[in-house]
């Protein structure tokens, strides 16, 4: 089974992921297009949801609660954050599109009844990480600081060029405080959109290590292993990264041999 899945070029349904379909226990993830005044409805049933207005204005209902036109953002390459929507289990949400917009939708298995809330671009924390050609730009959108039950969701933009990702790390084993166990999925978007980049995905005993190209709106899974992401020049990355597991703590593991980046020059 490859960890590869390939987004739709056209139509409203980009890509899903599913845990059956994964073949793990916990995220979920889905992309969609929306055409303007196009109203897109379904159920939470079992899982706690965060809507992300990847680029365009949507309205949503949940929870008897309306969030009318949020979104500014014309590309997720834009140097700002997204809005974003919070639902617990149990709940019907309604997402009516006001422009042509992409949404993303993670999920994961939830029970605390946590209120449907808005999250807006304000309040969500935005950094630079790595240095040199591993420079990139990180997004908290649902971080472990904000409530939920396990959902942690986050976005990066990754200059030409550069490495994400890097040092490769994991976050497969359930070893707290030092690492926790989280499945994870990676939502692609290449700018220009004919790009691709290269993801690894990869374990110390090379009992899983794939090699993938990954174009526009594909997605990688990470059920365990380091997955360390690669830009050729002349085209800038982003992603959307979803991660659940047991524990909802992101704690990670860099693979030894590729720590020594990390150690100041003498």
């Known amino acids: 089974m490859t960890l590869l899945v390939k987004g739709q070029r056209s139509g409203r349904d980009i890509v899903a992921v599913t845990p059956r379909s994964a073949g793990w226990n916990y995220v979920g993830f889905a992309a969609h297009r929306l055409a303007p005044g196009e109203d897109f409805e379904f159920d939470?049933?079992?899982n706690e949801i965060c809507v992300v207005v990847l680029r365009g204005i949507v309205s949503i209902v949940a929870q008897g609660k309306t969030w009318r036109e949020i979104g500014r953002?014309?590309?997720v390459f834009d140097d700002?954050?997204?809005?974003a929507v919070y639902v617990p289990a149990g709940?019907?949400?309604r997402i009516v599109a006001g422009t042509q917009a992409e949404i993303g939708i993670a999920s994961a298995p939830?029970?605390?009844?946590?209120?449907?809330r808005l999250i807006e671009p304000s309040t969500m924390t935005r950094t630079t990480r790595g240095a040199g050609s591993n420079t990139r730009y990180v997004c908290d959108i649902l971080p472990q600081t904000e409530p939920a039950d396990r959902l942690l969701v986050v976005e990066v933009r990754t200059p030409s060029g550069h490495s994400?990702?890097?040092?490769p790390h994991k976050h497969d084993t359930d070893n707290l405080p030092s690492e926790s166990s989280l499945e994870e999925t990676y939502y692609h978007r290449l700018d220009p959109a004919q790009g691709f980049a290269f993801q690894r995905v990869y374990t110390d005993d090379r009992s899983l290590d794939e090699s993938l190209a990954v174009e526009d709106h594909d997605v990688v899974?990470?059920?365990?292993?380091y997955h360390p992401v690669v830009v050729p020049h002349g085209y800038q990355s982003y992603y959307l990264n979803v991660m659940a597991g047991p524990v909802r703590e992101w704690h990670f593991r860099n693979d030894p041999a590729h720590e020594w980046i990390l150690k100041p020059v003498a």
């Open 44 to 46: 939470t049933a079992g």
């Open 164 to 167: 994400s990702s890097y040092p």
């Open 221 to 225: 899974m990470v059920p365990r292993g």
């Open 91 to 93: 709940e019907r949400v």
């Open 80 to 83: 700002e954050a997204p809005y």
């Open 73 to 75: 953002r014309n590309s």
């Open 110 to 116: 939830g029970s605390t009844r946590h209120p449907a």
